[in-house]
């Protein structure tokens, strides 16, 4: 396992992770925990993995770290116990999908949870505005697409970050993303107004929606 190589999306990913005992969700070849580990970044790890072929990989690769280490045959958090572990990470996989792993079992989902969804992360931001989680940190990644990570923690109360923000723009796009003025973001909903503009002419009603929401989107940056 080369253990210097890994993409900015699991560099931050990994970044994000606390100290403690930790489970990566769709482990495939476990390079996330594998570094982790290396790192001394959490005490240990545990790779889940609902497929028999990395679930193999993963377990040739975290080898080494004898029983800091352990991988899992099974269905997003089935395999865990309850308390097991303070965080979990799900990674490179679609959020609807990401969103049905964490609603299947919420006992088992820990303090906090860091996700990189290879796409909207609309229904990841719903689930955790559902169940008392909020979003402590978000950021857009670059790689073969742009791919955001979000971390979020269980805490009560109403999730300060969608303060002062239209609630619908900020579950599409990101609380962070629109309050830190992320440039990656301004860039994408530029591209997507034109993109979308060209489509107006199409009679559905569904189109002349998004149009609005990222009109609403650009409103959030102060540029002049
Ligand atoms: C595209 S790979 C991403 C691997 C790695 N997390 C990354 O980001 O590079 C998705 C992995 O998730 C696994 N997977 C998909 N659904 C799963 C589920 N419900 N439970 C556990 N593993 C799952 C697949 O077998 C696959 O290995």
Not at 30 to 48: C, M, V
Not at 79 to 95: D, F, H, R, Y
Not at 206 to 215: A, G, P, S, T
Request: net charge neutral; charged share 20%.
């Amino acid at each position: 396992m080369n253990l210097k190589s890994l993409e900015p999306r699991l560099q931050t990913v990994l970044e994000w992770i606390p100290l403690g005992n930790h489970a990566d969700i769709g482990a495939d070849h476990a390079y996330l925990l594998g570094n982790l580990l290396d790192q001394n970044r959490i005490l240990k790890g545990i790779a889940i993995e609902k497929n028999r072929e990395p679930f193999e990989l993963a377990c040739k690769n975290l080898e080494k770290f004898g029983d800091r280490a352990e991988a899992r045959l099974g269905d997003g958090l089935a395999p865990l116990q309850v308390g097991e572990v303070n965080s979990i990470s799900i990674c490179g996989m679609g959020a609807a999908l990401m969103a049905k792993i964490l609603t299947a079992h919420p006992e088992k989902v820990p303090e906090h949870v860091v996700v990189q969804p290879n796409d909207s992360a609309e229904p990841v931001r719903r689930w955790a505005l559902q169940t008392g989680f909020h979003v402590k940190q978000e950021t857009i990644t670059v790689g073969f697409w742009h791919y955001p990570v979000l971390h979020f923690q269980r805490q009560a109360g109403p999730d300060p970050a969608y303060t002062d923000l239209p609630l619908d723009v900020a579950l599409r796009f990101g609380p962070w993303p629109l309050k830190n003025q992320n440039p990656l973001l301004y860039t994408h909903l530029l591209e997507q107004e034109k993109r979308l503009r060209n489509l107006a002419h199409l009679p559905n009603p569904r189109l002349q929606e998004d149009i609005q929401k990222v009109q609403r989107a650009l409103e959030c940056f102060n540029v002049n």
